[in-house]
């Protein structure tokens, strides 16, 4: 099964994606984001 994107549902590619941890439930938990969406987030995180 091909992991996909948590924004945006893309296909990742093998050792191309970064992961990015959010909170649910009052539990902190990683999910996967390609380049893109991960740079947005970094991005969001700063300010």
Do not use: T
Request: glycine share 4%; net charge negative.
């Amino acid at each position: 099964m091909e992991q996909q994107c948590f924004y945006c549902n893309s296909e990742l590619e093998e050792n191309n994606f970064q992961y990015a941890s959010f909170i649910q439930d009052s539990d902190h938990v990683e999910q996967p984001l390609c380049k893109e969406c991960y740079k947005e987030w970094l991005a969001g995180i700063k300010g």
